[in-house]
Every structure is written in C-alpha cells, then in structure tokens.
C-alpha cells in the first residue's frame, strides 16, 4: 500500500529549515569571491546570533502565547557574564558559557515565577519592568564600564585555544549553536511538553482540568527560553569584543518581537527567516538614511496585514501551532 502523500505545509515546514541553515553554511564560501568578505561573515554571523534569540522568544510567544517585552535582559545577562569574567582574568568558554546559563536561569526562574501570576497586558508589563530592572542594574555597574559598556580585550577561548579569534572559526561556532538550538526547540515543540504548552496556550482552564499543571510548564518555558537567549549574548558579546547595558534595552526586546512577528509566530525556522530580512533590511536601508525605520515601519504592516504567519505565511507554510 503507498504511503499518504507529504502535505505542502509539512513539505515546506522541512525544506525551509535546510535551505536557510544550507545557505548560511555556504556563506563563508562564497564571500570569499566577493568583495568585503570579512564585512559579510561579521553580518551574517550576527544575523545566526540574533535568529538564536529569536528562537528562543518564540519558543515562549509562538509556542506558549507568552509577550515577553524585557527578553533582552537575557541576551545582556549572556554578554555580560563574559564581560565580567573576562575582566577577572577568566575567558574560557567552557566556564563563561555554562556560567551565563545559569545566571539567565536564576533570573528567568526568579522573575518567571512573579510574572507567570499575571496574564495579558499585565505579563507584558511586568517582564518590560524586570528587562528594565536588569537594565538600570547595569547602567550602575561603574566598575564594569556603567552605561558606556565595556571593551573586551579578546575573545573568549576554547580550552584554551583562541578558535573564536578567526572569523571564519568564530562563524561556524555561532553556526554550530544555531542549528543546536534549532534542533534543540524542534524537539522540544514535538514533545509531549510542547503539546501541553500549546494546549495551555490555547485554553489553559481546560488544560488544568486535564490534570497540568500549566503554570510549572510555562516557567519551565521560560527558564529555558531565557537560558537560550543568553547563549546569543555570549555570541553577540564575542561578535563585537563589547559588552553594552543597550543590549537589555526595551527597544532591543521590541526588535526581537518584530523578528518573531516578521518570520510567522509558532515557527522556529520563521524567526531565523525574521532575523535575516530584519537585519537585512536594516542594513540596506539604512545605506539610505538614518531614519530607516520610518520605511521599515510601513513594511512591516503590510506584512501584518496581507501576510496572515508572517512571511512564511506568504509561501505556504503557515502557522505550525
């Protein structure tokens, strides 16, 4: 008996994936018969690090119905563990990594618990009030360079060998975390986890009837999700040798949702297409003018208007959960 016929939205939900993460992977290669081949590797990494944050604020959008507008606290937690620990004379990734992640973890389980109380508007408000929490703490930090940052002397190692220094090493580093973490959420989605976080999403009195417990589902969530995000800012962090209280702003969590937006809500490969047109555009246009912004802004309500999922809407893909 023949198999049932692939669906075009299942088709599409595989091909996509592979031909972004393909495209990505051969970038480095190509750039290397184009001019300003340093210029695109730095662009295209920072496009991987920035779909890893938006990932992992899917995961929590999309997935869980979650508007989280202080995420980018994570991403400044990520970036400054290595910027502080750099600055104490400890620049292995293999201790700054894992001690990121713990950091985002603590602070994603301590505020987590507060804000998974409140629903709606009042979650939105309440993660915008801890994201500018970890902000202001940072802005104080004068011994870590207050609010004009802090130059990193070097990247950080890998067991004590400078992999990251090479900018062609440092890509497929940041690669590599992506497609970890890509596949990393695609799991996690299709678990019996993830079918309860939608199923909460959707309609959590009727989930909690069926004997869940909806809230430790959401902060467990949430906890991973921020431990996500600080991973891009230990990218990000080691991308730019800086380390800025700006990566915690408002306006950079706001960005992170326009990615999730612009790609298609509940679609992980739809927020690594988000960041690459966002960052993309952002680059094009503003060669134009410094208000680049006033153009991207419209554009981005016909995307909202006509493009129902995002721009993965447009070709078929639709929303996945």
């Not at 008996?1 to 480095?28: D, E, G, K, N």
């Amino acid at each position: 008996m023949a198999a049932p016929p692939i669906a075009p939205a299942t088709r599409f939900a595989i091909t996509l994936p592979l031909v972004l993460l393909v495209a990505l992977a051969l970038v480095p290669l190509l750039a290397h018969y184009l001019p300003g081949e340093r210029y695109l590797i730095g662009l295209f990494a920072r496009v991987m690090i920035f779909a890893i944050a938006a990932i992992s604020l899917d995961l929590i959008l999309g997935y869980g119905g979650l508007v989280s507008f202080g995420h980018a606290a994570f991403l400044g937690l990520g970036a400054y563990a290595v910027g502080i620990l750099a600055e104490h004379g400890i620049a292995d990734a293999v201790v700054v990594l894992p001690a990121a992640l713990a950091v985002a973890a603590l602070f994603a389980l301590a505020t987590g618990a507060i804000a998974m109380r409140t629903r709606g508007v009042y979650f939105i408000m309440i993660t915008l009030a801890f994201g500018q929490m970890a902000y202001y703490t940072a802005t104080s930090l004068s011994q870590y360079g207050g609010d004009d940052g802090m130059r990193l002397a070097a990247r950080s190692v890998v067991l004590g060998h400078s992999l990251l220094a090479d900018p062609r090493g440092f890509y497929y580093f940041v690669f590599a975390a992506l497609v970890v973490v890509y596949l990393f959420c695609r799991m996690i989605v299709a678990s019996r986890f993830g079918r309860v976080l939608r199923a909460a999403r959707e309609n959590p009195v009727r989930t909690e009837t069926l004997g869940y417990n909806v809230h430790a589902f959401r902060l467990t969530a949430y906890v991973i999700s921020g431990c996500i995000c600080a991973i891009a800012g230990f990218l990000l962090a080691n991308q730019n040798s800086f380390v800025s209280p700006a990566y915690m702003s408002w306006q950079r969590s706001g960005e992170l949702i326009v990615m999730v937006i612009l790609g298609g809500m509940g679609s992980l490969h739809g927020a690594v297409l988000g960041s690459l047109v966002y960052l993309l555009l952002e680059e094009l246009l503003s060669g134009f003018t410094e208000h680049w912004k006033v153009i991207f802004g419209p554009l981005l309500v016909l995307v909202v208007l006509f493009a129902r999922g995002g721009l993965i809407g447009l070709f078929g893909g639709g929303r996945r959960g």
